[in-house]
């Protein structure tokens, strides 16, 4: 496998779309409301909202510039507006009308002429022709103004340096004061006929299409709820991902709240817009060729979890997640938090089956929580009428047999627990298929070997699910592909489950600034996959976009490499020439300006006058056949530059386990991927490394994280990857006894 990072701006395969176009819009609003936007044709769309305070305001958003696409695909950056002229047809219900005060408004932010930053406020009312639910409007960008009452009140637009616009869409009985609403209330509104024209109306987006790669894809609704699912999906298409498809149905958008502000089963399990975005989401997945899986979790939004609901410590404080703002974890031995769950199940489900996809259902990450300093979230009411826990006030460490009886006894909770959701799954859907999603660090935390009694109980040991899955990014992100190899076998071991009924979950990137943990990420999914597990996918589609990674098959065919040495011994006369690629240009009067377009040397050599017999010959011309020419690389020792005995690999920051083997020129650093077997000796702060292994590669993996500060250092012999430079290598036999030297050129393979 291969991947790339893309940076932005680097489509290559360029389309057309016209502005407006509406599986680019988003919307947004505050918290709690909630809105989605789906595309209902390829000229309309559809807005849905739940509102449930009187200052509650939603957005549809146009954006200039493309913040949510991956770089291949992503529409250009077009701020200028004037040449562009709007229209549609509105229709709307449950919203205040176009005709009334606070009535949608087209606000417009950017710059003035003079560059300094505006919004205007364009009353659609004044560019409608209609009523104030169904209207036609139409806006021309260069003669356009805001301003409630025209032309008294008029302010003219300046359309030419625009970073937004969007539609404002509010409750009956918006006054923007802070308090609830008597009740929920739900708007529509529908924008159909959809068209932009003008010199400018037309702008460019990215169309790369990646062959698919056998990898699947997860993503949640808790990252994507704003954008369409026709946008959405097209970037897993455009990114050659297939197949299944996991969607984490979320922890703080789908649900419906009661007048408590709490979240409830009353009215159904989901908000109307959430509602309408999966709907939409299910029929497109369908029409594409993908299978989803609903992914349901035990975390809920804390804001709007009803107390009971809660696991909490043995102090009374709820579990809460690190998230800002966080959420909590459902007790599963609560039975009304996990009747609510079933009903969300249930939900879900439904929408499947009336899109006709298959039922499929992945039980995400359940678990009872564990507070940072070791605390278990054993002891809400629910938890302690069922299995009477003990006090347990770390769970790092040895426990006493009690404390390790109570850690069963909430493991069979557990259990109890994600049965009864799969039984409930199956009622809803017969024939569902059910799946585990098991978090490897934390449940088999080194530091804390009792606590997968509680997290990875026995009850759910196979048959208790089709499909075991497992993710691990916090040791996958450090480097420690020791530790996922040993996690995944235990799992896999205890629970009884094989390989072929195992899937992996691959990543993932928590923010911009670690997008180099891409690297480790695609090689953990190269590896599930050479373990053979069912499916493997990577976590998640925002962050895939956000950072621009591909990913692709074929590396194995491009950078194909046979792990074997040059067959001959290199004699005195052979040639070893490091160069570079450098353009100079050079000024009338002698200055001159160089530009080095290489990090590093790339080495040729020409190992020819190391043939000394007809015998060397022969071996020479079956090594060429067997490498297919230049197809396929191999191993050379250096004669000159074969080894280093001390030299520094990095410095630790306390969490950082892997690092590069390199080579250093001065101030110039050279990436060892081919290290000798055996050579290589680690040592850390002075000290020979207590524990460590060598990655294919050239990568060292620490047993232990070294301090901040603390230098990392190795010697080692290495090989250098080559190929051979020609489709023709020509020796002659009169020549060669003549006392003419063959020439055989080999040329180093850049692997890092």
């Not at 240009?585 to 190391?610: I, S």
């Not at 080894?643 to 950082?656: F, I, K, P, S, W």
């Not at 990655?695 to 190929?723: K, N, S, T």
């Amino acid at each position: 496998m291969g991947y790339w990072l893309a940076p932005p701006g680097s489509a290559k395969q360029i389309g057309f779309v016209k502005r407006f176009d509406p599986r680019f819009w988003t919307v947004n609003f505050p918290r709690p409301m909630m809105a989605s936007v789906v595309t209902t044709a390829p000229d309309a769309l559809r807005v849905d909202c739940v509102f449930y305070r009187e200052d509650d305001l939603a957005g549809l958003i146009w954006e200039a510039e493309d913040r949510h696409d991956h770089p291949l695909l992503a529409y250009e950056t077009a701020r200028d507006f004037r040449e562009c002229r709007l229209s549609f047809r509105w229709r709307s219900g449950g919203v205040v009308p176009l005709d009334a005060v606070n009535g949608p408004t087209l606000t417009i932010e950017g710059r003035d002429a003079d560059g300094h930053p505006r919004a205007w406020y364009v009353r659609l009312w004044n560019y409608a022709v209609g009523t104030p639910e169904d209207a036609s409007v139409a806006i021309d960008f260069a003669r356009v103004d805001g301003g409630f009452v025209l032309p008294g009140e008029a302010d003219p637009v300046w359309a030419g340096d625009v970073d937004r616009m969007f539609v404002s869409m509010v409750p009956p009985g918006y006054d923007g004061v802070d308090a609830a609403l008597p009740q929920a209330a739900e708007g529509w509104v529908e924008l159909t006929g959809v068209a932009c024209e003008g010199p400018g109306s037309v702008i460019a987006i990215g169309d790369a299409v990646v062959p698919p790669h056998g990898a699947g894809i997860a993503g949640g609704y808790d990252d994507s709820y704003n954008l369409t699912p026709a946008r959405l999906l097209r970037q897993a298409l455009h990114l050659g991902y297939r197949g299944s498809l996991i969607h984490y149905v979320g922890m703080s958008h789908y649900f419906r709240l009661g007048p408590d502000g709490m979240a409830t089963l009353e009215g159904g399990a989901l908000n109307v817009a959430c509602a309408a975005w999966h709907r939409d989401f299910a029929g497109r997945a369908r029409e594409l060729g993908y299978e989803p899986i609903w992914s349901l979790s035990f975390e809920l939004f804390d804001a709007h979890c009803p107390e009971g609901w809660k696991q909490r410590a043995a102090d009374g404080s709820p579990a809460l997640t690190g998230w800002v703002p966080p959420s909590t974890l459902l007790s599963p031995a609560n039975p009304q938090a996990m009747a609510y769950l079933h009903g969300v199940a249930r939900a879900f489900l439904a929408i499947g089956e009336a899109a006709g996809i298959a039922p499929r259902l992945q039980i995400g990450e359940p678990w009872w929580w564990v507070t940072g300093d070791g605390r278990p979230c054993l002891y809400d009411a629910a938890a302690v009428a069922a299995f009477a826990p003990v006090a347990v006030p770390n769970v790092r460490g040895a426990l006493s047999t009690a404390r390790r009886a109570t850690l069963d006894r909430a493991g069979a909770s557990l259990a109890a627990a994600t049965a009864g959701l799969v039984a409930a799954a199956r009622d809803a859907a017969p024939g569902c298929e059910c799946l585990l999603l098991a978090y490897l660090p934390s449940v088999l935390d080194p530091e804390a070997p009792e606590i997968r009694r509680a997290n990875l109980p026995m009850g759910w040991a196979r048959p208790a699910f089709d499909v075991l899955q497992l993710e691990d990014y916090d040791w996958v992100t450090a480097g420690d592909a020791a530790r996922t190899a040993a996690g995944v076998a235990e799992a896999g071991a205890r629970l009884g489950y094989p390989v072929a009924e195992q899937h992996y979950l691959s990543g993932f990137v928590l923010r911009p600034e670690d997008r180099g943990q891409w690297a480790p990420i695609e090689a953990s999914l190269g590896a599930a996959r050479r373990r053979g597990v069912a499916a493997a996918f990577v976590w998640a589609l925002p962050q895939v976009a956000r950072d621009g990674f591909v990913r692709w098959d074929g590396e194995d065919e491009m950078q194909a490499f046979d792990d074997v040495q040059f067959p001959l011994a290199l004699g005195r006369e052979v040639e070893v020439a490091p160069g570079f690629s450098t353009a100079v240009l050079t000024g009338a009067g002698g200055a001159e300006t160089r530009n080095a377009a290489w990090a590093e040397a790339r080495t040729t050599y020409d190992v020819g006058p190391g043939i000394r017999s007809e015998a060397d010959i022969a071996t020479l011309l079956a090594f060429f056949r067997a490498r297919l020419g230049p197809a396929r690389g191999f191993r050379l020792r250096d004669p000159f530059d074969w080894g280093v005995a001390d030299e520094l690999l990095g410095v630790g920051d306390g969490v950082r386990l892997r690092f590069a083997l390199v080579r250093r020129y001065g101030e110039q650093e050279r990436r060892i991927t081919r290290p000798v077997a055996g050579s290589v000796a680690v040592r850390v702060g002075g000290a020979a490394a207590q524990g460590f292994s060598v990655e294919p590669g050239g990568v060292v993996i620490l047993d232990q994280a070294p301090g901040v500060g603390v230098a990392v250092r190795a010697g080692f012999r290495f090989d250098v990857p080559v190929r051979f430079a020609e489709d023709r290598l020509r020796v002659s036999l009169a020549t060669f006894l003549a006392g003419e030297a063959a020439s055989v050129p080999l040329t180093e393979i850049r692997e890092a």
